[in-house]
Antibody
Framework: EVQLVESGGGLVKPGGSVRLSCAAS????????MSWVRQAPGKGLEWLAG????????FYADSVRGRFTISRDNAKNSLLLQLNSLRVEDTAVYYC?????????????WGQGTLVTVSS | VMTQSPATLSVSPGERAALSCRAS??????VAWYQHKPGQAPRLLIY???TRATGIPARFSGSGSGTEFTLTISSLQSEDFAVYYC??????????FGQGTKVDIK
């Protein structure tokens, strides 16, 4: 059974940093592209960043480029998202999602999400 | 940009629901649809505009190409009341979602 379990969320002050993790199991992690998607309170889904199965190709949304860094550790079946220079508007539930193939066109499995709250 | 309509659709159980998604430029058939319930992980329903994902009931169907897409639920069940999102993966980054259509009980 495919499982994606996010962790690392919590309360962070504006300007602060947090690192999110996504533990993957039930599939060969190194064969799939992965992404992070978020949902702010009362809002829709927003794709943030994605990377290919090998981690060679990395893509970001303009809203987070330069502040967020996506990475993966295929040896540990883990996807990471480093969030820096956080703003109040970054408050959201952050989901990791598995791509359909070696890249990340659409998402066939999602985690339950981890909540990041940015507030003073 | 992906634009979904209506924002909210009120439907009685057993009725048919048709959700619309419009792309600002042609995306071919590179569209996926997701179902999202509060507190749960989003669930892939449709990819390639019309291919049902594994385990998705036949009452869910997708159609369209270019700029106009439709998700149809042929006979709404109680478990289908949720928010539905379309997503394009033709021209990216960024991968973009519509703003969602909430299907609630009439």
């Amino acid at each position: 059974e495919v499982q994606l379990v996010e962790s690392g969320g919590g309360l962070v002050k504006p300007g602060g940093s947090v690192r999110l993790s996504c533990a993957a199991s039930g599939f060969i992690f190194s064969r799939y592209g992965m992404s992070w998607v978020r949902q702010a309170p009362g809002k829709g889904l927003e794709w943030l960043a994605g990377l290919s199965h090998s981690g060679v190709y990395i893509f970001y949304a303009d809203s987070v480029r330069g502040r967020f860094t996506i990475s993966r550790d295929n040896a540990k079946n883990s996807l990471l998202l480093q969030l820096n220079s956080l703003r109040v508007e970054d408050t959201a539930v952050y989901y990791c999602a598995r791509g359909d193939d070696t890249t990340t066109n659409y998402f066939d499995f999602w985690g339950q999400g981890t909540l990041v709250t940015v507030s003073s | 940009v992906m634009t979904q309509s209506p924002a909210t659709l009120s439907v009685s159980p057993g009725e048919r629901a048709a959700l619309s998604c419009r792309a600002s430029q042609s995306v071919g058939t590179n569209v996926a649809w997701y179902q999202h319930k509060p507190g749960q992980a989003p669930r892939l329903l449709i990819y390639g505009a019309s291919t049902r994902a594994t385990g998705i009931p036949a009452r869910f169907s997708g159609s369209g190409s270019g700029t106009e897409f439709t998700l149809t639920i042929s006979s709404l069940q109680s478990e289908d009341f949720a928010v539905y999102y379309c997503q394009q993966y033709d021209k990216w980054p960024p991968l973009t979602f519509g703003q969602g259509t909430k299907v609630d009980i009439k």
